[in-house]
């Protein structure tokens, strides 16, 4: 019996909540993206640039079309799958950029957000024991999705000399007879790295033979930079019947917090992966969706305009930072930086603690996205060039206050 305390009405059970709480979940350690965020947020002049969410407000036809929906009292439950009209501008959509074809019918899930397709495909295809290959950095959902559903995570170190891609020697290295799932995270979060045509293909080239499943998120799919643009892995020959695709609205078109995502791939892994949509969610929201059908048709030149603002800090945040003496990979898609601070001589976590405490600003420790991530900071470039400037000068005045060799 849990022990007992008087009160002035009597006696009451004082709970033992750590027995009582999922041990798994109480195992989780939070995510070490907000942190510096909300640390950010009880403090004046400060400049974040932790979190990765576009800077620009949703472009205005989107907006108008969600607020015309509730005027017109379209403010009820949409089919459990996502409005058929959304899906099929999805499946025209992801055709039109793309080049493969999905039946909206049975291929395709609209979810809130990209984060809840991510968590019911691995819910629906992992077992307890099924292994999961996770390359990092990489965004900081995977593992902790993998390890509730009871997979085993398997992390394969990138490095920032092979431009921090999966190379197909470290992918067959990691297999087993075990291994279930790989998830590919490209164009990259925290890295901005992008994974090429023959990059896929080689990685195709390991695959080949095996039962292993994919699940590729895409979700910075149209912020890519340079000349090629980006290929999704279904694209890959004998690949499409293997993958499933996340992607959504939040980064291309400024929709974060209309939460909107969705999952495209085989008939019997979207059905699967619906059945733990029906419970858990019922239906994504109707103002969302069919703003959605109007980014899908008409959004394209929005997607073009913000590419390349981005394309204009990116280039500048990377000059700046390489002129600090932080070496930086040039990212090639999403809208972060992975400068290495290991010439600062701090640890990634002391680097962020005092930064944020001595010159306002805010950046994410490179462990948080995996221990590999350690010696290097996470940087979005998704604000203003007013902000990005700032922030360069008060990390150079940062440097030079810790006597940094870097200048």
């Known amino acids: ?68 929906s509730l005027e017109d009292g379209k403010t009820f439950y949409s089919p459990n799958r996502g409005f058929m009209e959304l899906r099929e501008e999805i499946c025209r959509w992801f055709q039109r950029h793309y080049h493969i074809a999905y039946e909206p019918k049975t291929e395709c899930l609209v979810t809130v957000g990209g984060s809840e397709a991510i968590d019911n495909c691995i819910r629906a295809l ?20 993998t390890e509730m ?33 790989l998830i590919l995270p490209y164009p990259n979060n925290p890295t901005g790295a992008v994974m090429r045509r023959e990059n896929l293909n080689a990685l195709a080239d390991v695959l080949r033979g095996t039962d292993i499943l994919v699940m590729s998120d895409e979700i910075y799919s149209e912020l890519t930079y340079g000349d090629t643009r980006h290929v999704t892995f279904s694209d890959i020959p ?53 703003a959605a059908v109007e980014a899908m048709r008409n959004g394209d030149n929005d997607c073009v305009y913000m590419r390349e603002q981005y394309d204009m800090r ?42 944020i405490h001595e010159e ?25 060039i007013k902000h990005i400037t700032e922030a360069l000068s008060r990390i150079r005045h940062f440097m030079q206050s810790h006597h940094a060799n870097t200048l």
Request: charged share 20%.
């Open 1 to 68: 019996m849990p022990p007992r305390k008087r009160t002035r009405g009597g006696t009451c059970s004082v709970i033992d909540y750590t027995e009582r709480l999922n041990s798994n979940i109480q195992a989780l350690k939070p995510s070490g993206i907000r942190k510096f965020f909300d640390i950010a947020s009880e403090m004046e002049d400060v400049i974040s640039l932790s979190i990765g969410e576009p800077d620009f407000v949703t472009p205005w036809h989107i907006r108008q079309t969600g607020i015309r």
């Open 126 to 145: 992992i077992q307890p024991g099924d292994e999961v290959l996770i390359p990092q950095p990489s965004f900081v959902c995977y593992q902790p999705l």
């Open 149 to 181: 559903a009871g997979g085993v995570p398997v992390i394969l170190e990138t490095k920032a000399e092979n431009g921090f891609r999966l190379t197909p020697k470290e992918l067959k290295a990691a297999i087993t007879p075990r291994t279930k799932l």
């Open 238 to 290: 004998d690949m499409r019947e293997r993958t499933i695709v996340v992607n959504g609205f939040s980064k291309a078109f400024a929709m974060t917090g209309w939460r909107l995502g969705y999952a495209l791939g085989p008939a019997p892994i979207i059905q699967q992966m619906t059945k733990l949509h029906q419970y858990a969610i019922m239906s994504a929201p109707t103002m969302s969706q069919l």
């Open 314 to 355: 990116r280039r500048l945040i990377v000059d700046g930072f390489n002129k600090l003496g932080l070496s930086c990979f040039e990212p090639e898609g999403a809208f972060y930086v992975f400068p290495c601070i290991r010439s600062s001589g701090l640890s990634s976590e002391d680097f962020c603690e005092k930064l």
């Open 360 to 384: 306002h600003v805010a950046v994410v420790p490179g462990n948080a996205f995996g221990d590999c991530g350690e010696g290097f900071v996470r940087v979005s470039y998704s604000y203003s």
